[in-house]
């Protein structure tokens, strides 16, 4: 069963590593800020424009150089430091933050500097994503507490849903979008400092003698050779496109379908983060990744199904607990789909790997933006809603029935290691060979 191995004992025991500590205190305390500039921005954009479409078509250029850039910001991952790399993403994004605090501040902001600032800001995500992944593996001196790590991690970044929306419903109310934007560039601060206090024992230098694009091209091969790993993928891809929307079309649902405002929008969203913060725990508790992939399959179904309830809710009493049921979902889905990656994959592979999930994870999603945008405004937010939830469920359907030639080939490769045993406690030591 998914809940028979639950040790909320075992849930944090990755914060006795030091480096991770600081990482995660840090990271923490910034991604607060990143949720609040996110609700901030989508509510500026529709107050300004009063359009769903441009609301869907910002988010699609703020987050397609994320699906453009990300296999070759894999390979720099796999080729650069990625400690000194990571704490220069974070600078740059803490800079996008103050410029766009400013314009709003001194009431001179437009559509177009938003636009330009996102995709900016996504450009250095396709950098920071896989590089921040691909570095967990370092933060750990105890390698069997890896896959805890990769769940608090993974589930982070939901879990600060729960006061960043919240805190922007209250600033844009109170005194404005551009101070949701300057306590994010302030945020980080935090987790730059907590980089730069780190202590990572310098690995020995690997001298690359193949091209870049060979390296590349040989990422490609070793994913569409591991049935595992583009299932996976596929399955994430197909929720981030469909389903991840959701997000976008929030302040629809707030202000025109529930009849609210800024407060509103930020309680939902909080809910979804409510949720996300109960997954985290649900998930880093696990003591192994013995039956994730049952939890890919069950928990892709119930995000479509939250979604496809919440679309049918005219009422908010209703509303914030599917959201929160929604949260938990979407949660748990991406985070065992990381923490599973993460297991199989080789090292030295780490960052081209989660080059991919962050095409499939973040790179769809502004596909899913802007064809939300657009058929939201034709046939309404909650149609859109409601479609987009029945494709996630037809996916995880899907994949539930690919479960078992998944293990068939998986099992060759990495002969101790079982998704159906409960025995396992940590990843292999040893690496696959190709298919």
Same mark, same amino acid.
């Given at each position: 069963m998914i809940f028979n191995t639950i040790d909320p004992r075992l849930a944090f025991r990755s914060l006795s590593h030091r480096n991770y500590r600081l990482?995660?205190?840090?990271?923490?305390?910034?991604?607060?800020?990143?949720?609040?500039?996110?609700?901030?921005?989508?509510?500026?954009?529709?107050?300004?424009t009063n359009s769903a479409f441009i609301l869907g078509a910002v988010g699609f250029l703020g987050d397609l150089p994320a699906f453009l850039f990300a296999p070759l910001a894999g390979v720099y991952a796999d080729r650069w430091n990625r400690h000194r790399l990571l704490v220069l993403v974070q600078t740059l994004a803490m800079i996008q933050a103050l410029v766009l605090a400013l314009l709003v501040m001194a009431g001179h902001v437009a559509v177009w500097h938003i636009i330009v600032l996102s995709v900016f800001l996504g450009f250095?995500?396709?950098?920071?994503?896989?590089?921040?992944?691909?570095?967990?593996?370092?933060?750990?001196?105890?390698?069997?507490?890896?896959?805890?790590?990769? %769940? +608090?991690? !993974?589930?982070?970044?939901?879990? *600060? &849903?729960?006061?960043?929306?919240? /805190?922007?419903? $209250?600033?844009?109310? =109170?005194?404005?979008?551009?101070?949701?934007?300057?306590?994010?560039?302030?945020?980080?601060?935090?987790?730059?400092?907590?980089?730069?206090?780190?202590?990572?024992?310098?690995?020995?230098?690997?001298?690359?003698?193949?091209?870049?694009?060979?390296?590349?091209?040989e990422g490609f091969a070793?994913?569409?050779?591991?049935?595992?790993?583009?299932?996976?993928?596929?399955?994430?891809?197909?929720?981030?496109?469909?389903?991840?929307?959701?997000?976008?079309?929030?302040?629809?649902?707030a202000r025109d379908v529930l009849h609210g405002g800024p407060r509103t929008l930020g309680f939902l969203m909080g809910c979804?983060?409510?949720? %996300? +913060?109960? !997954?985290?725990?649900?998930?880093? *508790? &696990?003591?192994?990744?013995?039956? /994730?992939?049952? $939890?890919?399959?069950? =928990?892709?179904?119930?995000?479509?199904?939250?979604?496809?309830?919440?679309?049918?809710?005219?009422?908010?009493?209703?509303?914030l607990p599917l959201m929160l049921v929604t949260g938990f979902a979407m949660t748990a889905q991406m985070a065992s789909s990381n923490t599973v990656l993460q297991t199989i994959v080789e090292d030295d592979k780490r960052g081209r790997l989660m080059s991919f999930y962050t095409m499939a994870y973040r790179g769809m999603t502004p596909l899913g933006s802007l064809l939300a945008g657009g058929v939201a405004s034709r046939i309404g937010a909650p149609q859109t809603l409601l479609f987009g939830g029945l494709c996630c469920i037809a996916g995880a359907t899907l994949f539930a029935t690919k479960l078992p030639s998944i293990r068939e080939t998986f099992q060759p490769l990495y002969p101790g290691l079982s998704f159906e045993s409960e025995e396992v406690r940590s990843i292999p030591s040893s690496s696959p060979e190709e298919p």
């Open positions: 990482y995660f205190s840090g990271q923490a305390i910034s991604l607060v800020g990143t949720w609040a500039q996110r609700i901030a921005m989508s509510w500026l954009v529709y107050r300004l250095v995500n396709a950098f920071d994503v896989p590089t921040r992944q691909s570095l967990l593996v370092d933060f750990i001196e105890k390698k069997d507490d890896l896959g805890n790590a990769i %769940a +608090l991690n !993974s589930s982070m970044v939901n879990s *600060a &849903r729960l006061l960043g929306p919240s /805190l922007a419903g $209250v600033l844009i109310a =109170a005194v404005g979008e551009g101070w949701c934007f300057l306590v994010n560039a302030i945020s980080y601060l935090a987790v730059i400092a907590s980089l730069l206090a780190m202590k990572i024992q310098p690995k020995e230098s690997v001298r690359k003698t193949s091209h870049f694009w060979q390296e590349l091209k070793y994913v569409s050779n591991f049935p595992a790993m583009w299932s996976i993928l596929l399955l994430l891809a197909l929720i981030s496109l469909m389903g991840m929307p959701f997000q976008v079309l929030m302040p629809v649902f979804s983060g409510g949720g %996300a +913060l109960m !997954s985290a725990i649900f998930l880093a *508790a &696990r003591p192994s990744v013995s039956g /994730l992939d049952r $939890v890919i399959v069950v =928990a892709g179904s119930a995000f479509g199904l939250g979604l496809v309830a919440f679309s049918l809710s005219r009422v908010l009493w209703l509303s």
